[in-house]
């Protein structure tokens, strides 16, 4: 099992729909979780982060976590063509050092 | 300070050249890590300092990488005897001394071409 994984899409949504995107990853004892959008040729760029059960939302962005489960979803509200991104899902593992392990990423596409 | 800066921004370089790359994390960042990205893969981890001690290296790093931090400030990754496979961006990432509850803010990357 990968330590971090993703559905590759890509996924497409309607202009204006929910985007959701989701993760799960294999360390039962990791504690924090981050969202990752990355343009194509750019680097990453941090969106989300969490680090309790339940929901965590900022502005059009929701994350929810479910440790028992070990999953960590994105929900991205009234997508714009803007959102066109790829979104990585990042963990920080407890039984590394102190790094972060990436998925493979979601390519998102919102067709106007 | 404006962020982690990376230089270059690109390099091409022809196979069995030694290639060099800087990163200048953000000043109060004591933590430095250097990732690899492959198209359509997300960033794979290769090693991490912590002030300018080498703490954790990827068991996939070969003997042809090093990378070192010393002062604890800028940071160098090197590449010797380059290969094809080795063509791919180069994201270094930094962040804070408190805990690891906080994510990475990367560089704008180095895009390495080998010829």
């Known amino acids: 099992q990968k330590e971090v994984e993703q559905n590759s899409g890509p996924l497409s949504v309607p202009e204006g729909a929910i985007a959701s995107l989701n993760c799960t990853y294999s360390?039962?004892?990791?504690?924090?979780f981050f969202w990752y959008r990355q343009y194509s040729g750019k680097s990453p760029e941090l969106i989300m982060s969490i680090y309790s059960n339940g929901d965590k939302e900022d502005g059009r962005f929701t994350a929810q976590l479910n440790k028992a489960s070990q999953y960590v979803s994105l929900l991205i509200r009234d997508s714009q063509p803007s959102d066109s991104a790829t979104y990585l899902c990042?963990?920080?593992?407890?039984?590394?050092?102190?790094?972060?392990?990436f998925g493979p990423g979601t390519s998102l596409s919102v067709i106007p | 300070d404006t962020g982690v800066s990376q230089d270059p921004r690109h390099k091409i370089t022809k196979r069995g050249q030694n290639v060099t790359f800087r990163c200048d994390p953000i000043?109060?960042?004591?933590?430095l890590y250097w990732y690899r990205q492959t198209l359509g893969q997300g960033p794979e981890f290769l090693t991490y300092?912590?002030?300018?001690?080498?703490?954790?290296k990827s068991r996939l790093l070969s003997d042809r990488f090093s990378a070192e931090r010393p002062k604890g400030s800028f940071s160098t990754l090197e590449i010797q005897r380059t290969e094809q496979g080795d063509s791919a961006m180069y994201l270094c990432?930094?962040?804070?001394?408190?805990?690891?509850?906080?994510?990475?803010?990367f560089g704008s990357g180095t895009r390495l071409t080998v010829v």
């Open positions: 000043s109060e960042h004591n933590r």
């Open positions: 300092f912590q002030n300018e001690a080498q703490l954790e």
């Open positions: 990042a963990v920080n593992m407890k039984t590394s050092y102190d790094k972060v392990i």
């Open positions: 360390d039962r004892g990791s504690q924090s």
């Open positions: 990432a930094s962040r804070g001394p408190r805990d690891t509850t906080t994510g990475y803010t």
